[in-house]
């Protein structure tokens, strides 16, 4: 049973564009969402969070959205650079001020931004 | 500071042998939290280990165990090994306050065959 789907497995993106990754979870304990990226042979690297009680966190070119009616959250990337490329996690958890720390994650987006 | 570290990065077994993983925390960190990276099914979450003790566990079979010692570094051990562990094991610490920001380790590539 996935709680957090990454529908998408792929993405191309032309350098300057604006990438959108999307993020899918039926699990409404959830109430902090992140997202990683993930480059070959090293550990995800964490990019931005966002709690249930905010709908957008922005942090320099990243700005993520949640949309808690429908259960979904996206990773807005402007404007995109190829050093973007990588894969990109998605993972959320609940119990936010609390201590639980375990997280769930998709299976990831890759994304390739383009020159 | 010096990030988190993973001891071994690539490691061969054969089916029915044990393995034993390590993972070295950042400086300050208390938590620890194991996961199991396949493709196709993204990161899966084994256990947290938090002072020593456990404090939360995935679902994963008893053959998956760990261990976190006074100094925060943890193991992980997983017996009697199946083609199916094959997997990337990653290691994340995080500080036990209120954020639950992990940083990970780049993980151990282990291969049973």
């Known amino acids: 049973d996935q709680q957090v789907k990454q529908n998408s497995p792929s993405l191309s993106v032309q350098e300057g564009r604006i990438s959108i990754l999307n993020c899918d979870y039926t699990n409404s304990m959830f109430d902090y969402f992140l997202w990683y990226k993930k480059y070959p042979a090293e550990g995800p690297t964490f990019l931005i969070s966002i709690s249930s009680i905010k709908d957008k966190n922005e942090d320099g070119r990243f700005t993520v959205f949640l949309n808690k009616s429908a259960k979904h959250l996206s990773l807005h990337i402007v404007p995109s650079q190829p050093g973007d490329s990588a894969v990109y996690f998605c993972a959320a958890g609940s119990g936010y001020t609390g201590t639980a720390s375990k997280l769930t994650f998709g299976t990831g987006t890759r994304l390739q931004v383009t020159l | 500071k010096a990030g988190v570290t993973q001891t071994p990065r690539y490691l061969i077994k054969t089916r029915g042998q044990q393995v034993t993983l390590s993972c070295s925390p950042i400086?300050?960190?208390?938590?620890v939290s194991w996961y199991q990276q396949t493709p196709g099914q993204g990161l899966q979450f084994l256990f947290e280990?938090?002072?020593?003790?456990?404090?939360n566990k995935g679902n994963f079979p008893g053959r998956f165990s760990g261990r976190q010692f006074s100094n925060s570094r943890s193991e992980m051990n997983v017996s009697t090994l199946e083609l199916g562990d094959s997997a990337l094991y990653l290691c994340?610490?995080?500080?036990?306050?209120?954020?639950?920001?992990?940083?990970f380790g780049p993980g151990t590539r282990l291969t049973v065959l």
């Open positions: 400086s300050g960190h208390r938590s």
């Open positions: 280990y938090f002072s020593e003790t456990q404090r």
């Open positions: 994340a610490s995080r500080f036990s306050g209120s954020t639950d920001t992990q940083y």
